[in-house]
């Protein structure tokens, strides 16, 4: 599978975005799907991740009640709505996927730049 993250871009702290992973290749249904952000001079962190076959979801506690995954079957995409943005949601965002039973994410797509100003 090929992953295309879109949908980044510059707002207002208080404001929304919704960023997209397109999946080309296979379903995203056989992956556990996840996205990653890294802001500069910081390690790269795991937002949320979602396995919708055990129909398991995490959240990292700086995004819970803010930010919210989805996904189009039909369009084999990933959403990740993004509310209340604050400055320190600045980051790359990147979607990733990995093989159930695998330990780690092998499948990166390119990042999205996020920032959000005061």
């Known amino acids: 599978v090929q992953l295309q993250a879109s949908g980044g871009g510059l707002v207002q702290a208080g404001g929304s975005l919704r960023l997209s992973c397109a999946a080309s290749?296979?379903?995203?249904?056989?992956?556990?799907m996840a996205w990653f952000r890294q802001a500069p001079g910081k390690q790269r962190e795991l937002v949320t991740s979602f396995n919708w076959s055990a129909g398991s979801t995490y959240y990292a506690d700086s995004v819970k009640e803010r930010f919210t995954v989805s996904r189009d079957n039909v369009k084999n995409t990933v959403y990740l709505q993004m509310s209340s943005l604050k400055p320190e949601d600045t980051a790359v965002y990147y979607c990733a996927a990995r093989s159930i039973g695998r330990s780690s994410y092998d499948i990166w797509g390119q990042g999205t730049q996020v920032t959000v100003s005061s």
């Open positions: 290749g296979r379903s995203i249904s056989t992956y556990i």
